[in-house]
């Protein structure tokens, strides 16, 4: 490819992706979204609300032939599903019931050792008026332990937030069950209306209509297809019984068979109508939290929700599609998001060894063109990765295998792209289409809500609760490398020699640079704060590569003063927005505003300092760091030495110093900072390996 050649490909490829990132911006302003919210609301009813807890309870258990109770309430109330994530990876239903009693992720146990068959002990005491009902008071022996175990823990769960606020607006609540018995506790551990089912019965039995303005019903787990076929002969029982106006909530509360899933949750009000659930906290069209069944419990109850309930009430998209379209949705929910769960790491694993062990056949025999192949399919293994959910994998059998040749064809096709125009004929040619390619994949995917990430092998992992939307820890890994990289590699095309075009090379830097931080940071999509100043900081430092300005301290720490600035606009400007419409941008600069900031960042430079602790095998990502790190600045070092061929390219090595920069910046800002090194270093070395190996043999001798 001749110089005019390179410049008019770089120019052509940097229009496309404004193009494509630019118009699906304006297109979500405009409110177009592949996913969120949009509902309203639940408010305040004049019935009863029911609660029933059926831990385990999923949507692959509910049809309509086996399940005629469930699936009536499914078809004319609203559907979601439920994220049970208590204290713990796997939620016992034990934890879950205190989950929805705290409003905020709880565990029955003192020590972190589980035992999800143990039901808590529950000690009955005096009846309760009026006594034709047979309801007793009750406290829980072991209520003081799991408090104190909860203040220790970095989210500080407020045990028995939900009966302690229905009790200060005089809401009566009453429990059917041991472990109703935990949602129902104060912050004392005492259960003001307790019911004990018969010997050998169901909780459900204990239901008396026009008792208490809130009741909670422990089902108990499911565990067999006969035992789910009984729950719902009970369930059919209490429905012809409920009193007039009444709100039913139904709520698998925990996992089942220590795994880790999305459960089902159903919302049925005699005047509502049929949809589907969603909330502001996870901007999920059919995904709730426990949390945000607290806050919808003491909403329909007409009582306010304290600061201790993390939630928000869940919100009702109306819905005309049939019951089993939306059925249907909720269990392909369901199924992607367990199985990117379940395969993430031995699918990762598998392929990160075969990787290694192709890349080390190929330079023992000294093939380039297929060195480069696999440079390229290794980059484009996280776009892949991401364009997988566009296809049902999870329903083949088995998974892993439906998985795997989805993504060998996705990654076929990047590098049939990558290498089928005549940009191949430059080293930069092919990833630089790569690397386009995955900056829009990522970038719509977020600007549009995050479908894809949900359920990808590299997303958000939404099972484990910690984010639901915008950018992940690995998706900015991804992101951002692959955004630096592109900006480079153009501005490279751009600068074919020394002194040439500095204005073009930074206005790409620049224009791609700004895409990234909107992306990245805007409230509406990336909502991701600590990726903000990691990225105008690297951007800055490739901006004055390509402009041929000195890195000086004074110059560093203007780009440190202008990253915060950006971070800064950003948080102000979500802080500005209602409350329950804020994400963590927005509720950092209250926490500043109220003193808790230090908290926070303590919080999270525990968990990052803990990852290395907890999974030793993180230190890996460590160790190349500092190679590579080591190998860039020390040129003349052995390391340093192998990578001097790659240097003949225009603004090769100030991208690579860019990218290292966001990499190391992004760890230290981040409370799973760790992820974003491994993910980063492996798009990065995948890249240089593609580079490398289309580099003439003259210039990859080393002297």
């Not at 293994?381 to 993504?407: D, E, I, K, N, Y």
């Not at 920069?661 to 270093?681: E, K, M, P, Q, R």
Request: proline share 5%; glycine share 12%.
């Amino acid at each position: 490819m001749t110089e005019s050649g390179g410049r008019r490909f770089a120019w052509a490829v940097f229009g496309l992706v404004v193009l494509l990132l630019g118009g699906t911006m304006v297109a979500s302003l405009l409110g177009a979204r592949a996913a969120g919210t949009g509902g309203d609301a639940v408010e305040q009813q004049s019935g009863e609300v029911v609660v029933i807890g059926v831990p385990g309870l999923s949507w692959s258990d509910i049809t309509r032939d086996s399940t005629r109770a469930l699936w009536s309430l499914a078809e004319e109330g609203a559907a979601g599903g439920l994220i049970v994530r208590g204290a713990h990876v796997v939620t016992c239903p034990a934890d879950g019931w205190l989950t929805l009693g705290a409003g905020q992720r709880a565990a029955a146990d003192d020590d972190g050792v589980q035992d999800c068959q143990v039901v808590p002990e529950i000690v009955t005491g005096d009846d309760v008026e009026p006594s034709r009902v047979g309801d007793v008071s009750a406290s829980i022996p072991e209520w003081d332990s799991w408090t104190s175990a909860a203040a220790r823990r970095p989210l500080d769960a407020q045990l028995g937030s939900l009966s302690s606020a229905l009790a200060s607006e005089g809401v009566c609540v009453r429990a059917g069950g041991p472990l109703a018995a935990l949602g129902a506790a104060d912050q004392d551990g005492a259960v003001a209306r307790y019911a004990t089912p018969l010997s050998g019965g169901s909780a459900l039995t204990t239901y008396q209509p026009g008792v208490c303005d809130v009741t909670l019903l422990d089902r108990g787990p499911i565990t067999s297809h006969d035992d789910l076929l009984t729950f719902d002969a009970q369930l059919d029982v209490l429905l012809r019984n409920l009193s007039p106006g009444t709100s039913v909530v139904i709520a698998g509360l925990a996992d089942r068979d220590d795994t880790v899933g999305v459960r089902a949750a159903i919302i049925w009000r005699d005047t509502g109508d049929p949809g589907t659930l969603s909330s502001a906290t996870t901007r999920q069209s059919g995904l709730v939290q426990t949390t945000d069944l607290t806050a919808t419990i003491l909403a329909l109850a007409g009582a306010g929700i304290p600061d201790s309930v993390s939630g928000l009430p869940v919100e009702i998209q109306p819905s005309d599609a049939p019951v089993t379209e939306r059925v249907s949705a909720l269990r392909d929910l369901q199924g992607g998001t367990g199985a990117a769960h379940a395969l993430a790491y031995p699918v990762l694993g598998v392929g990160l060894v075969l990787a290694l062990i192709t890349l080390a056949a190929l330079v023992l025999t000294g093939r380039r063109r297929g060195l480069q192949v696999t440079g390229l399919a290794a980059m484009a293994f996280p776009s892949a990765a991401f364009l997988a959910g566009l296809v049902p994998w999870w329903r083949g059998s088995p998974q892993w295998l439906t998985l795997s040749m989805v993504l060998v064809v996705l990654m076929a096709a990047h590098v049939a792209l990558a290498v089928g125009g005549p940009w191949r004929r430059h080293p930069l040619g092919p990833p630089s289409v790569i690397a386009a390619v995955t900056v829009v994949v990522v970038g719509m995917d977020v600007i549009l809500g995050g479908r894809l990430g949900l359920i990808s092998i590299l997303g958000v992992q939404p099972v484990t609760a910690g984010r639901f939307y915008g950018m992940g820890n690995v998706g900015y890994g991804i992101f951002a490398v692959s955004g630096l990289l592109l900006a480079g590699f153009l501005a490279g095309l751009l600068r074919s020699r020394p002194m040439a075009r500095r204005t073009a090379a930074c206005l790409v830097i620049g224009g791609l640079g700004l895409l990234l931080v909107l992306v990245d940071g805007s409230p509406s999509w990336g909502a991701d704060f600590g990726g903000v100043p990691s990225l105008v900081i690297a951007v800055g430092v490739l901006g004055l590569a390509a402009a041929e300005i000195r890195l000086t301290p004074v110059r560093v720490l203007l780009l440190g003063g202008a990253a915060a600035v950006v971070a800064g606009a950003l948080m102000f400007v979500d802080w500005l927005r209602p409350a329950g419409s804020r994400t963590h941008l927005g509720e950092f600069l209250q926490s500043v505003i109220d003193g808790g900031a230090l908290e926070i960042v303590a919080r999270k430079l525990d968990q990052s300092l803990g990852i290395l602790v907890r999974y030793p095998a993180s230190w890996i990502a460590v160790v190349v760091l500092v190679a590579i790190v080591w190998a860039v600045l020390a040129q003349d070092s052995r390391l340093g030495r192998r990578l001097v061929p790659l240097w003949q390219l225009p603004m090769l090595r100030p991208t690579v110093l860019s990218v290292l920069t966001a990499l190391v910046i992004g760890w230290a800002l981040n409370d799973s900072g760790i992820a974003i090194v491994g993910i980063g270093l492996a798009v990065a070395i995948a890249a240089a390996v593609a580079i490398g190996a289309a580099l003439p043999q003259r210039q990859t001798r080393v002297g």
